[in-house]
């Protein structure tokens, strides 16, 4: 299968590049995809799609103020640099701009030696791994130094850096939001959960690789990278109870899925206690063994999130819906409109 089936035009003004203030003011698309209809309303409305006995899956992933801005200890050289993930300790695989100046040896300053980093080798895909040193804590001095690691497509300040966390963020680790869930508010979820809908939370650590474009021309020659996931207990039993009682599971955002088809497959879709690396990869073709439902953000062209959406409501449902969004000028990517997939 091409890459280039996923291909669709995108006006660039539709890009958003703010949150809205209000968080569950943005527009809602719902499309079925058994039918393809489909339906234009706002946010706040998922509630009317969510019935008594369903389950809603949260991904409670929170971001790091991953991007540092430092210099070489020996030339003075402006480098940037975004931690991806933890390997162990202090020793972190990361990005830098520019690599080729970052080799092993060098020594990167930050904040004026608050914080010290030693490259101690390279990594996959050009990336660098970076051995920490600094007094306290990492976490407090990273909050004092970082900044939200944006997607490049956002070229806008971001004035209220929790406007890039949702509100039930718990589990340090992320390098990108798991956005669909934006959308919701402490009151969002109280109604639902008054409804008798079940509200429950895994974690999925995003990493860069989500949002990097495709290199290859086949869907399966791309590898994805991998990324770290936990359920517990509790979730895994409420889970089973919920499909065993005849309720939907409905997933928010791409990482909530991932994290749930991978544990759902690896178990005969059962749901199980379980933490690892998960490097599923979804597109037309796969079935889905978890989930019944999926709220989204509107993704990039020729994305593997596009691949994934498609896997569940088909693609000529799913692009003709994108063809609709522009139309209608929905918001796209990570502050824009959401998708609703029942």
């Known amino acids: 299968m091409k890459v280039d089936l996923f291909d669709f035009d995108l006006p660039e003004e539709l890009i958003a590049q703010t949150p809205l203030e209000d968080r569950e003011a943005s527009r809602l698309m719902v499309l079925h995809k058994e039918t393809g209809e489909i339906k234009h309303t706002h946010f706040r409305s998922v509630l009317d799609y969510l019935n008594e006995g369903d389950c809603l899956v949260l991904n409670d992933t929170r971001v790091l103020p991953a991007r540092l801005y430092g210099t070489k ?117 109280d109604d639902i959960r008054a409804k008798g809908v079940h509200v429950a939370f895994i974690t999925l650590h995003v990493g860069l690789g989500t949002f990097r474009p495709m290199s290859v021309d086949n869907i399966d020659e791309h590898e994805m990278h991998a990324e770290f996931y936990q359920m517990t207990a509790g979730t895994a039993r409420l889970l089973n109870d919920v499909k065993k009682n005849g309720g939907k599971i409905v997933s928010v955002g791409t990482t909530s899925t991932r994290t749930l088809e991978t544990i759902a497959t690896a178990n005969h879709g059962e749901f199980v206690e379980s933490s690892g690396w998960t490097d599923i990869f979804i597109f037309p073709g796969y079935e889905y063994k ?17 691949m994934l959406v498609s896997a569940l409501a088909g693609r000529e449902n799913v692009l003709h819906a994108y ?13 824009g409109d959401a998708m609703l997939i029942i």
């Open 290 to 306: 978890a989930i019944d439902g999926l709220i989204t953000n509107f993704h990039l062209p020729k994305s593997t999130l596009i």
């Open 73 to 189: 200890d020996d030339t003075g050289a402006k480098i940037e640099v975004l931690l991806l993930k933890q390997i162990e300790g202090d020793h972190w695989e990361t990005l830098i701009k520019p690599a080729k100046r970052v080799k092993p040896g060098t020594v990167i300053n930050f904040g004026d030696g608050l914080l010290k980093a030693v490259c101690t080798g390279e990594s996959d895909h050009g990336g660098r791994v970076l051995d920490f040193q600094y007094d306290g804590i990492f976490y407090e001095v990273l909050d004092q130094l970082g900044e939200m690691p944006l997607p490049p497509y956002i070229k806008e300040q971001l004035d209220d850096r929790d406007r890039y966390q949702t509100v039930f963020a718990k589990e340090r680790g992320s390098a990108a939001a798991p956005t669909a869930g934006l959308h919701f508010t402490e009151q969002l979820l």
């Open 323 to 335: 063809q609709t969004a522009v139309k209608e000028r929905y918001r796209f990517f990570s502050f």
